[in-house]
C-alpha cells in the first residue's frame, strides 16, 4: 500500500519485543488457518439498527455522554490555533490558549444564540460574535460586548462560553459534547493510552481531511472490525496487501487493538526471528469507542478515521484525514502520498460504503429478524456488547 518506512522517528513507534509478539500470533494464525473468535455466534435483532427511539437513546448515551476523539493535536499548532466544527448538530469551538491548553467550548454566544465563529480553523486572540459582537477571549470568557453601556448591567462572569469537559493525550483532543459533566482521560482510555503512544499521533504531518457521508452508525462501524470481507470487498485496494479472515484482537474494555496480517507474513518463515522486521508484515488498527478508527500502515502514512453519527439511523459522516510522517516534498513523495490517499478514499468511500449503503437499503425489508456476528468478528462483538452497557441506567455516568 505504501513504501517502506523511512523516517527514524516513525520508524520506532513501537517497541520490537511488543511487535514480535504480534508478529508470532498472526503468523501463527496464517500458518494453522485460524484467527481469534468469540466464544459464540452473536445474534443481534435488525431493530438495534433500525428503531429510532433505540438510537436517539443510544446517541445520547454513547456519543453525547461520554469522552470522544473530536480532533488531533496536531490541527491546533500553537497558541491561540483554533478549531471550529459541527458535531452531531452540537456547534464546538476548540481553542488552545496562550498557556498552550487546549478547553472546548459550545460555539454559542450567550447573548442570542448565534454562532461565534464561524466553521473552520485558524488563529485567534479573541472571538467575537458577528450578530453583536460579543467578545470571548481564549478561556471562553467574556470580555467585551458592542454598546454595553447601554444594554444595561449583567453579571459577566456568569456569560462566558459554555465549556465542554476537555482533555488533550496521546496526540488526540477528547471532548464530551454534553455540558457540565466530567472525565478522566486516564481512565476512559485505560491500558490503551499507553498504545496510541506508540503512533506518536502528533509528529506526523496533516495531508488532508475530508468528510464522506456512509450509511447508519452501527453498519458503518462494524465494517472498521473485521477483516473478513477484505478479499471480497477490497481485492484491488486493501485487500491486495492484508490476509483475509485473520484477526489479532487485544481489548481494553471498550477500546481495541486489530492486528491484521499481511500477504508478505510467511517471508517471517525463512526469516530468523532476530532479523523479523514486523512493521513489514503485520498492520494495526486501534480503534477507541465509540468512533475513532487509527490505522497504522506500513509506510509513512497513517489514516485517521472518526464515524459521526447522523440524524437517523440510516446517516453518518465520516471525518478522514490522512497524514503523513512529514509533508511530501519530492515528486516521489507527492505522488506516493496522492496515491495513498486516493487508495483509502476508493477503499471506504466506493467500497465499504457502497456495500454499505446496499445493507441500509435492504434492512427494512424483512428478510432478516437478527443480523448474525460470526465468531471470527470478535470485536464487533466486543463494540456492541459495550454499546448496550453505556445505554443502560446508571452506566459509565462520569468518567
Request: proline share 6%.
Amino acid at each position: 500500500m505504501a513504501g517502506v518506512r523511512t523516517d527514524a522517528s516513525v520508524v520506532n513507534v513501537r517497541t520490537n519485543a511488543h511487535m514480535l509478539a504480534l508478529a508470532r500470533r498472526a503468523l501463527h494464525h496464517q500458518q494453522a488457518g485460524t484467527t481469534d473468535q468469540a466464544a459464540a455466534v452473536l445474534e443481534l435483532p435488525v431493530a438495534m439498527y433500525t428503531d429510532p427511539t433505540r438510537y436517539r437513546h443510544e446517541i445520547q448515551r454513547v456519543f453525547r455522554e461520554l469522552p470522544m476523539g473530536v480532533a488531533l493535536s496536531l490541527e491546533l499548532p500553537g497558541p491561540g490555533s483554533y478549531r471550529a466544527l459541527n458535531i452531531m448538530d452540537v456547534p464546538v469551538l476548540i481553542v488552545r490558549g496562550g498557556d498552550g491548553v487546549v478547553r472546548a467550548f459550545l460555539n454559542v454566544c450567550r447573548h442570542r444564540g448565534a454562532q461565534v465563529c464561524a466553521d473552520g480553523s485558524g488563529t485567534a486572540r479573541v472571538f467575537s460574535c458577528p450578530y453583536h459582537a460579543w467578545v470571548y477571549d481564549q478561556k471562553g470568557q467574556l470580555t467585551g460586548r458592542y454598546g454595553a453601556d447601554s444594554f444595561g448591567e449583567i453579571d459577566v462572569d456568569r456569560y462566558g462560553l459554555v465549556p465542554l469537559a476537555c482533555a488533550e493525550a496521546h496526540g488526540v483532543i477528547w471532548a464530551m459534547l454534553t455540558p457540565h459533566r466530567t472525565f478522566d482521560i486516564n481512565r476512559w482510555l485505560g491500558g490503551m493510552g499507553e498504545q496510541l503512544d506508540t503512533l506518536k499521533l502528533d509528529t506526523w504531518h496533516l495531508y488532508t481531511q475530508r468528510d464522506i457521508p456512509g450509511p447508519g452508525w452501527k453498519v458503518t462501524m462494524d465494517g472498521y472490525l473485521e477483516s473478513y470481507h477484505h478479499n471480497l470487498v477490497h481485492p484491488k485496494t486493501v485487500g491486495q496487501y492484508t490476509v483475509g479472515n485473520l484477526l489479532v484482537l487485544d481489548t481494553w474494555g471498550p477500546h481495541q487493538r486489530l492486528t491484521f496480517g499481511r500477504k508478505s507474513l510467511p517471508e517471517l518463515l525463512e526469516q530468523p526471528e532476530s532479523a523479523w522486521e514486523p512493521d513489514v508484515h503485520i498492520r494495526l488498527i486501534h480503534s477507541c469507542f465509540p468512533n475513532l478508527s487509527l490505522s497504522g500502515i506500513l509506510g509513512d502514512h497513517c489514516l485517521v478515521s472518526q464515524i459521526f453519527p447522523g440524524p437517523t439511523p440510516e446517516t453518518t459522516i465520516t471525518r478522514q484525514t490522512v497524514l503523513v510522517a512529514r509533508q511530501p516534498e519530492t515528486d516521489a513523495e507527492k505522488a506516493a502520498t496522492e496515491a495513498f490517499s486516493a487508495l483509502t478514499l476508493k477503499a471506504v468511500e466506493e467500497e465499504d460504503y457502497g456495500i454499505g449503503f446496499g445493507i441500509q437499503k435492504a434492512v427494512h425489508a424483512g428478510a432478516n429478524e437478527h443480523f448474525l456476528i460470526g465468531r471470527n468478528e470478535p470485536a464487533i462483538q466486543n463494540y456492541h456488547r459495550w454499546v448496550a452497557y453505556f445505554a443502560r441506567a446508571n452506566a459509565g455516568t462520569e468518567w
